[in-house]
């Protein structure tokens, strides 16, 4: 009888266009740091929050063949925008030619399944990309999972760049964040559930809050997509047999590393030292 090839186990695989996506892995290795993870930020082409399906569909699809080819089992689009724009496809479309095996899930469905329990009014305001808005997935899960609920999005296209030009928490913030706020409250006053639907957002929370009244809860998504990627790999132990566990964090950019250790500082408590790459064009 043939001898049956074991395919090696590897680390878990975390993608970003950027940096808000070091949010989400700081909140699952807090949570499950035995495991090995990678990750990758595609600096070069972000933001993706105003760019085509197509880009980000294609985009998305190079960074997870380039985690498929560093051993990853299971990659985690830590990107609204991807995980709006191209989850869907790549799972239905790519993933049985690519490794039927392996596994690519988002950080929508995580915060979409927690709402249920912490809104009293059933009514939720998003807060996200222009892409991510646009895309109406939030509307999309939520409807599927709480048709009770009704959803209000609003785009924030300037909160990226003042998270990553480092505004976020300076008096010229105040702005923007009570802009939209107040459109997104104005539009549905019943709402008492804020998502914060893009991963930069947290580093303006302190500012959200402020603006916000007293009644309504802003939920970060990093901690309920770490719960939910642990229940994945409980439940799932074929595809948690594949992850090693080390302890490590290896950090890539397609862009600079000298300036991705720099920016990462605003979301992760320690020094890093990330490794420039890129992602080929099919």
Same mark, same amino acid.
Not at 49 to 56: C, I, K, L
Not at 109 to 125: D, K, Y
């Given at each position: $009888?043939?001898? #049956?090839?074991?395919?090696?186990?590897?680390?878990?695989?975390?993608? +970003?266009?950027?940096?808000?996506?070091?949010?989400?892995?700081? %909140?699952?290795?807090?949570?499950?740091?035995?495991?090995?993870?990678?990750?990758?930020?595609?600096?070069?082409?972000?933001?993706? =929050? *105003?760019?085509?399906?197509?880009?980000?569909?294609?985009?998305?699809?190079?960074?997870?063949?380039?985690?498929?080819?560093?051993?990853?089992?299971?990659?985690?689009?830590?990107? *609204?925008?991807?995980?709006?724009?191209?989850?869907?496809?790549?799972q239905q479309i790519n @993933?049985? /030619?690519?490794?039927?095996?392996?596994?690519?899930?988002?950080?929508?469905?995580?915060?979409?399944?927690?709402?249920?329990?912490?809104?009293?009014?059933?009514? !939720?305001?998003?807060?996200?990309?222009? =892409?991510?808005?646009?895309?109406?997935?939030?509307?999309?899960?939520?409807?599927? @999972?709480?048709?009770? @609920?009704?959803?209000? =999005? %609003?785009?924030?296209? $300037?909160?990226?760049?003042?998270?990553?030009?480092?505004?976020?928490?300076?008096?010229?913030?105040?702005?923007?964040?009570?802009?939209?706020?107040?459109?997104?409250?104005?539009? +549905?006053? #019943?709402? +008492?559930? !804020?998502?914060?639907?893009?991963?930069?957002?947290?580093?303006?929370?302190?500012?959200?809050?402020?603006?916000?009244?007293? *009644?309504?809860?802003?939920?970060? #998504?990093?901690?309920?997509? /770490?719960?939910?990627?642990?229940?994945?790999?409980?439940?799932h132990p074929d595809i948690?047999?594949?992850?090693?566990?080390? =302890?490590?964090?290896?950090?890539?950019?397609? %862009?600079?590393? %000298?300036?991705?250790?720099?920016? /990462?500082?605003?979301?992760? *408590?320690?020094? !890093?030292?990330?490794?420039?790459?890129?992602?080929?064009?099919?």
């Amino acid at each position: $009888m043939k001898e #049956q090839s074991v395919t090696p186990a590897g680390a878990i695989g975390i993608f +970003d266009s950027g940096y808000g996506g070091l949010t989400v892995l700081s %909140e699952i290795r807090a949570l499950m740091p035995a495991y090995d993870y990678i990750y990758l930020g595609d600096n070069a082409r972000a933001p993706y =929050g *105003n760019r085509s399906f197509e880009s980000v569909y294609q985009f998305t699809l190079e960074a997870v063949e380039w985690f498929f080819n560093r051993g990853c089992h299971l990659v985690i689009l830590a990107c *609204n925008t991807a995980s709006a724009k191209a989850l869907r496809t790549i799972q239905q479309i790519n @993933l049985p /030619a690519l490794d039927p095996q392996k596994r690519v899930l988002g950080v929508i469905r995580p915060t979409a399944e927690c709402v249920a329990i912490l809104s009293q009014s059933r009514h !939720i305001g998003v807060l996200g990309t222009e =892409g991510t808005i646009q895309s109406g997935s939030y509307e999309i899960e939520i409807g599927k @999972l709480h048709p009770q @609920l009704s959803v209000t =999005g %609003e785009a924030c296209p $300037m909160w990226v760049p003042l998270v990553e030009n480092r505004e976020y928490d300076k008096p010229g913030a105040d702005y923007f964040v009570k802009q939209h706020l107040d459109h997104l409250l104005a539009r +549905d006053p #019943q709402i +008492d559930t !804020i998502i914060l639907g893009c991963t930069h957002y947290p580093l303006l929370m302190n500012k959200i809050i402020h603006f916000v009244p007293d *009644n309504v809860r802003v939920i970060a #998504q990093g901690e309920y997509v /770490a719960v939910s990627l642990r229940e994945y790999l409980l439940r799932h132990p074929d595809i948690e047999g594949k992850c090693t566990k080390k =302890g490590s964090v290896q950090y890539f950019t397609t %862009e600079s590393p %000298e300036k991705f250790n720099q920016q /990462a500082s605003l979301f992760l *408590n320690e020094e !890093i030292e990330a490794h420039k790459t890129t992602l080929e064009k099919r």
